[in-house]
């Protein structure tokens, strides 16, 4: 009888052998994640990178843009070369603007959040269960 284990010492090596197989569950995610994890970060670094010289692409573009529209109202209207570059600038910005506003009124738009009804109801429904004897306020 002296070898026989009790209930508590039972439970305490139960939860014993629970943390430690949690725990090699996380060391084992870790190893398999980190690697990822860093290839992960060298994505995101090379999309900042193609996103910073999208937007210097897009700024030389409009920059372009505006000093062959100053040219052309050069051309056109007869305009100075200072009038008609700044004509050109003006011009391309307020497309720009109004491409901005667009985008804008669209994003607004999709921006529309709703309740999660179904979650809100699931979890009532669970709270419901676990105190039956509390009502719902």
């Given at each position: 009888m002296g070898k026989e284990a009790s209930i508590g010492q039972l439970v305490g090596e139960i939860r014993e052998d629970v943390q430690?197989?949690?725990r090699?569950?996380?060391?084992?995610a870790k190893a398999e994640?980190?690697?990822q994890v860093k290839q992960l970060g060298?994505?995101?670094g090379m999309f900042g990178a193609a996103g910073y010289l999208a937007v210097t692409a897009s700024l030389l573009l409009f920059f372009a843009a505006s000093v062959g529209l100053g040219?052309?109202?050069a051309a056109w209207f007869g305009l100075s070369a200072l009038g008609a570059a700044a004509l050109g600038f003006l011009t391309v910005a307020v497309l720009v603007l109004i491409v901005v506003a667009?985008?804008?009124v669209f994003g607004i738009a999709k921006m529309k959040f709703e309740k999660p009804e179904r979650t809100i109801s699931s979890v009532e429904?669970?709270?419901a269960a676990l105190h039956p004897g509390k009502e719902e306020e």
């Open positions: 430690n197989l949690v090699q569950e996380i060391e084992l994640l980190t690697p060298a994505g995101v040219a052309g109202f667009i985008l804008i429904q669970t709270v």
